[in-house]
């Protein structure tokens, strides 16, 4: 197959010719049949993402714009002027049908002493390794387990919270835990629900590719 060392920086491509992934210019005829296929169902997908993508962050815009707008004409009907991107807010259609949710949600990290918690619950489980519940063990080391991207599942170290056991060593560990939890920032979201028929339930209209 001829190929062109070609520089990076350079970005057109001539015509007749295709850039592959190490930046060469390939001569489209040297291209395969399938991969030539495979180029265009990608590029086809990945442009159609792209707009989907901008269409969503202009209804994001768009969307917490008109909540704070209502928000600042609601406070000004009574002479109080409100923030209007501050707080978790929840509007309804007129029959009940739609619902919009703006949420606002703490970022969470973890300060060093998460480092000192988890020793801590090690230590515990250690001194429990007769006759403790297999279930914890699980538990603990999934909450510490990191994800794809490497960094440990927030929720999973969270649930750690809700055990509780009448021992010093464990209270002293959540403790800890407690201590190592700082907020980094807030992330807002936006919501919409449909009403399920005549009940008083809601569904989400999804707006990820996963729950569609």
Same mark, same amino acid.
């Given at each position: 197959?001829?190929?062109?060392?070609? &520089?990076?920086?350079?970005s =057109?491509v &001539?015509?007749g010719?295709m850039?592959?992934?190490?930046?060469? $210019?390939? &001569?489209? %005829?040297?291209v !395969?049949?399938?991969?030539? /296929?495979?180029?265009q +169902?990608?590029?086809?997908?990945?442009?159609?993402?792209?707009?989907?993508?901008?269409?969503l =962050?202009?209804f994001k815009?768009k969307?917490l714009?008109?909540?704070d707008?209502? +928000?600042?004409?609601?406070?000004e009907? #009574?002479g109080?002027? $409100?923030?209007g991107?501050?707080?978790?807010?929840?509007i309804?259609? #007129?029959?009940?049908?739609y619902?919009?949710?703006?949420?606002?949600a703490? $970022?969470?990290?973890?300060? %060093?002493? $998460?480092e000192?918690?988890?020793?801590?619950?090690?230590?515990c489980?250690?001194?429990?390794?007769v006759?403790?519940n297999?279930?914890?063990?699980?538990? +603990?080391?999934?909450a510490?387990a990191p994800?794809r991207?490497?960094? /440990?599942?927030t929720?999973? +170290?969270?649930d750690?919270?809700?055990? %509780?056991? %009448?021992?010093?060593?464990w *209270?002293e560990?959540?403790?800890?835990?407690? @201590?190592?939890? =700082?907020?980094?920032?807030?992330?807002?979201?936006?919501?919409? #629900?449909? !009403?399920?028929?005549?009940?008083?339930? #809601? *569904?989400?209209? &999804?707006? @990820? /590719?996963?729950?569609?």
């Amino acid at each position: 197959m001829n190929q062109q060392n070609i &520089p990076e920086t350079i970005s =057109a491509v &001539p015509d007749g010719y295709m850039k592959n992934a190490q930046g060469h $210019l390939v &001569p489209r %005829e040297n291209v !395969r049949e399938q991969d030539l /296929l495979r180029d265009q +169902v990608a590029r086809s997908l990945a442009s159609h993402a792209l707009e989907i993508n901008q269409k969503l =962050a202009e209804f994001k815009k768009k969307s917490l714009g008109d909540i704070d707008d209502l +928000v600042k004409i609601s406070g000004e009907r #009574y002479g109080v002027t $409100l923030g209007g991107g501050k707080g978790n807010i929840s509007i309804s259609t #007129y029959d009940g049908k739609y619902k919009v949710v703006r949420s606002v949600a703490d $970022l969470i990290q973890f300060t %060093e002493e $998460l480092e000192a918690a988890k020793a801590l619950i090690f230590e515990c489980i250690k001194r429990w390794s007769v006759g403790v519940n297999p279930h914890i063990q699980t538990l +603990v080391g999934r909450a510490f387990a990191p994800g794809r991207n490497g960094q /440990l599942k927030t929720a999973a +170290v969270l649930d750690l919270l809700r055990i %509780e056991f %009448e021992d010093a060593d464990w *209270k002293e560990a959540m403790r800890a835990l407690k @201590d190592s939890i =700082a907020a980094n920032g807030t992330a807002v979201y936006v919501r919409v #629900y449909e !009403r399920t028929g005549g009940s008083d339930q #809601y *569904k989400a209209i &999804p707006l @990820d /590719l996963a729950a569609v």
